[in-house]
């Protein structure tokens, strides 16, 4: 602990009296129930997997598999080939509460709560077999046993009696290693009729999770390997950085408590520069305005996600920003970290920071949208709808002065005009702004039409049958490459000389 933040625990409260320490006291131990609370922390099973990997990557494991009975549904066990842990160790790990007082800089772990509170939230049996130095000890927690028995009784198995236990070879055949398994797992399947395809499921949502969580760990220097039933995570980098159009800000160093701690912001980019796999992402589709905010590290584990912190607001216009904040474990007390590692609130000086730096960050991905809005300046383009404010509200019509529309109510008559006039009226009033709203909330790409020559040539030659085209090529071009759908049409001058020429009664002065 950094000595700015002993200060800050060794400062007494103002007014706080100085205690007496020589009163008498009794020791008031805790009821065997508590092992039964204990499950009601909130994990979910994504959260409560990845404190058992925390636990793995601490203990220098390079490659972590994760086995679930996907057809029984009667255990899920998680190995790895790290250290492993003494006996004297590991007895330590399962009490509870243990000691966290000589954690490294580059631990993961938080409370010494970890093992206990993930695997018990899942499952009423916790079984530790541990490896190291040629020393196997192999541990159980067994909630209804210690119900029955009212003691805090920690099951110690024989080598027999362990071999019945899912990847145990696997574990026997390595140097060290830990192997952590649990059954019973009343309160991750609950009343599932097919407890297989459900922990199934189950598994499969924890897996995209663990990708999130741990991605800097499966792809960075000194990588890990973490499989789900067999298939390796592929890490999933929500800054896309992969992606050339992803915007990177110059990182930017601060000072909390005398620790470092560096924010990099990251500006994703529109849909239409993302590749289909990516476009497939939820996160970077449906699920990206609940995405975008901070993401915080902790010794490079994703422990905080789409969060402005009060700073900012969830919008359409900033939802392509993200910024990373990479913290020590060092400052953990400051961000108010909880038990399960998933949420984390930082402290003032860091608020105060960023309400300084944040509004440039969020321009830019706004600009990311609205450069591709049309501009009110660009009003020379004839359009073929005009967009309104209407009491604040905007609302998409049909341009009537559209060339082609003058042209065809000039050619019909007013029976026939007054039904035109009906349908347009019917094309502005349902106008599927909302729809489009929604697809393009979700990040779906707005289809654009590619130019259609063929249908440009025959709406040239009703112009020009109308004579609305003129006598000069030049002259009807500059005139059309204002109006759409012609200005979207390539070599339009060419395509106008062909309609000309083709046009019996017209000659190109």
Same mark, same amino acid.
């Given at each position: 602990?950094?000595?700015?933040?002993?200060?800050?625990?060794?400062?007494?409260?103002?007014?706080?009296?100085?205690?007496?320490?020589?009163?008498?006291?009794?020791?008031?131990?805790?009821?065997?129930?508590?092992?039964?609370?204990?499950?009601?922390?909130?994990?979910?099973?994504?959260?409560?997997?990845?404190?058992?990997?925390?636990?793995?990557?601490?203990?220098?494991?390079?490659?972590?598999?994760?086995?679930?009975?996907?057809?029984?549904?009667?255990?899920?066990?998680?190995?790895?080939?790290?250290?492993?842990?003494?006996?004297?160790?590991?007895?330590?790990?399962?009490?509870?509460?243990?000691?966290?007082?000589?954690?490294?800089?580059?631990?993961?772990?938080?409370? $010494? *709560?970890? !093992?206990?509170? /993930?695997?018990? @939230? +899942?499952?009423?049996?916790?079984? =530790? #077999?541990?490896?190291?130095?040629?020393?196997?000890?192999?541990?159980?927690?067994?909630?209804?046993?210690?119900?029955?028995?009212?003691?805090?009784?920690?099951?110690?198995?024989?080598?027999?009696?362990?071999? $019945? *236990?899912? !990847?145990?070879? /696997?574990?026997? @055949? +390595?140097?060290?290693?830990?192997? =952590? #398994?649990?059954?019973?797992?009343?309160?991750?399947?609950?009343?599932?009729?097919?407890?297989?395809?459900?922990?199934?499921?189950?598994?499969?949502?924890?897996?995209?999770?663990?990708?999130?969580?741990?991605?800097?760990?499966?792809?960075?220097?000194?990588?890990?390997?973490?499989?789900?039933?067999?298939?390796?995570?592929?890490?999933?980098?929500?800054?896309?950085?992969?992606?050339?159009?992803?915007?990177?800000?110059?990182?930017?160093?601060?000072?909390?408590?005398?620790?470092?701690?560096?924010?990099?912001?990251?500006?994703?980019?529109?849909?239409?520069?993302?590749?289909?796999?990516?476009?497939?992402?939820?996160?970077?589709?449906?699920?990206?305005?609940?995405?975008?905010?901070?993401?915080?590290?902790?010794?490079?584990?994703?422990?905080?996600?789409?969060?402005?912190?009060?700073?900012?607001?969830?919008?359409?216009?900033?939802?392509?920003?993200?910024?990373?904040?990479?913290?020590?474990?060092?400052?953990?007390?400051?961000?108010?970290?909880?038990?399960?590692?998933?949420?984390?609130?930082?402290?003032?000086?860091?608020?105060?920071?960023?309400?300084?730096?944040?509004?440039?960050?969020?321009?830019?991905?706004?600009?990311?949208?609205?450069?591709?809005?049309?501009?009110?300046?660009?009003?020379?383009?004839?359009?073929?709808?005009?967009?309104?404010?209407?009491?604040?509200?905007?609302?998409?019509?049909?341009?009537?002065?559209?060339?082609?529309?003058?042209?065809?109510?000039?050619?019909?008559?007013?029976?026939?005009?007054?039904?035109?006039?009906?349908?347009?009226?019917?094309?502005?009033?349902?106008?599927?702004?909302?729809?489009?709203?929604?697809?393009?909330?979700?990040?779906?790409?707005?289809?654009?039409?590619?130019?259609?020559?063929?249908?440009?040539?025959?709406?040239?030659?009703?112009?020009?049958?109308?004579?609305?085209?003129?006598?000069?090529?030049?002259?009807?071009?500059?005139?059309?490459?204002?109006?759409?759908?012609?200005?979207?049409?390539?070599?339009?001058?060419?395509?106008?000389?062909?309609?000309?020429?083709?046009?019996?009664?017209?000659?190109?002065?």
């Amino acid at each position: 602990m950094s000595e700015a933040i002993s200060k800050v625990f060794s400062k007494s409260p103002p007014g706080d009296q100085k205690r007496d320490l020589n009163l008498q006291d009794e020791i008031v131990e805790p009821g065997v129930d508590l092992l039964e609370s204990m499950r009601s922390v909130g994990y979910s099973l994504d959260a409560a997997l990845a404190d058992l990997i925390d636990n793995s990557i601490t203990a220098d494991a390079k490659t972590i598999d994760i086995d679930a009975d996907v057809v029984d549904g009667s255990f899920v066990a998680i190995l790895d080939d790290g250290t492993g842990m003494s006996p004297t160790r590991a007895r330590e790990a399962l009490r509870l509460a243990g000691s966290v007082d000589s954690r490294s800089t580059a631990d993961l772990g938080r409370f $010494g *709560l970890g !093992l206990k509170t /993930a695997s018990l @939230s +899942q499952a009423r049996c916790l079984t =530790v #077999v541990t490896k190291s130095d040629g020393v196997t000890t192999a541990l159980r927690w067994d909630i209804d046993h210690v119900r029955e028995s009212r003691q805090w009784s920690l099951l110690v198995l024989s080598e027999p009696e362990i071999q $019945g *236990l899912p !990847l145990v070879s /696997a574990l026997q @055949s +390595q140097q060290s290693g830990t192997l =952590v #398994v649990w059954e019973y797992l009343d309160l991750l399947i609950g009343d599932a009729a097919d407890r297989g395809a459900f922990l199934r499921e189950r598994v499969l949502d924890a897996a995209g999770a663990l990708a999130l969580v741990f991605h800097r760990f499966l792809a960075g220097p000194g990588r890990i390997v973490i499989r789900v039933n067999g298939a390796k995570l592929s890490p999933i980098d929500p800054f896309v950085t992969s992606n050339t159009r992803t915007q990177i800000s110059p990182t930017d160093e601060l000072t909390i408590a005398g620790e470092k701690v560096s924010v990099t912001a990251y500006t994703l980019p529109h849909p239409s520069g993302m590749t289909p796999a990516e476009r497939a992402r939820t996160d970077l589709s449906t699920g990206m305005r609940e995405a975008q905010g901070f993401y915080i590290y902790r010794n490079q584990r994703l422990i905080s996600r789409g969060n402005w912190f009060g700073l900012a607001s969830r919008s359409e216009l900033t939802k392509q920003t993200r910024i990373q904040v990479d913290l020590p474990n060092t400052v953990d007390s400051l961000w108010q970290l909880d038990i399960k590692k998933s949420r984390a609130e930082p402290p003032a000086s860091f608020k105060a920071h960023l309400k300084r730096i944040i509004d440039p960050l969020l321009d830019k991905g706004r600009r990311v949208h609205t450069y591709r809005g049309r501009k009110t300046s660009e009003a020379e383009i004839v359009r073929g709808w005009n967009k309104l404010d209407v009491r604040g509200n905007v609302q998409y019509v049909v341009n009537e002065d559209h060339p082609l529309l003058v042209l065809l109510k000039s050619r019909i008559g007013e029976e026939e005009r007054d039904l035109l006039e009906s349908v347009i009226g019917l094309l502005s009033d349902t106008y599927p702004t909302h729809d489009l709203y929604a697809e393009m909330a979700a990040s779906k790409v707005a289809g654009v039409a590619l130019p259609d020559i063929d249908g440009a040539r025959v709406k040239l030659q009703l112009l020009q049958d109308a004579g609305m085209l003129g006598t000069s090529a030049e002259e009807a071009t500059a005139r059309l490459v204002e109006i759409e759908p012609f200005n979207a049409v390539p070599d339009l001058l060419e395509l106008i000389r062909a309609v000309m020429m083709e046009s019996p009664d017209a000659t190109e002065s």
